[in-house]
Nanobody, 115 residues
Framework: QVQLVESGGGLVQPGGSLNLSCAAS????????MAWYRQAPGNQRELVTS???????YYLHAVTGRFIISGDYLKNALYLRMQRLKPEDTAVYLC?????????WGQGTQVIVSA
């Protein structure tokens, strides 16, 4: 079964940067949507940013101007550049791919923003 694997999380000081990556364990055909979600303890999972093959990326207002999504649909690779990180960005970050048949999720990578 194809899995998504995130990497790049860790502990960073406020104002710092991190780069997250997400890759599929095997080829997923027909991906048209890729996204990053996050879930903080006690909170619901929220959409951070997403990209589709035919539209501009979406960004959660709280991360606009600080986070940049990029990816390659054919290579099933997704990235998130996070800058000027804040303590409220602390969460588990999960990647999500969609094709016509299925919704794929990773297990998540922990991001902790703390002094």
């Amino acid at each position: 079964q194809v899995q998504l694997v995130e990497s790049g999380g860790g502990l960073v000081q406020p104002g710092g940067s991190l780069n997250l990556s997400c890759a599929a364990s095997d080829t997923i055909l027909g991906v048209y949507y890729m996204a990053w979600y996050r879930q903080a303890p006690g909170n619901q999972r929220e959409l951070v940013t997403s990209m589709t093959s035919d539209d501009s990326p979406y960004y959660l207002h709280a991360v606009t101007g600080r986070f940049i999504i990029s990816g390659d649909y054919l290579k099933n690779a997704l990235y998130l550049r996070m800058q000027r990180l804040k303590p409220e960005d602390t969460a588990v970050y999960l990647c999500n791919f969609r094709n016509r048949n299925r919704n794929y999720w990773g297990q998540g990578t922990q991001v902790i923003v703390s002094a």
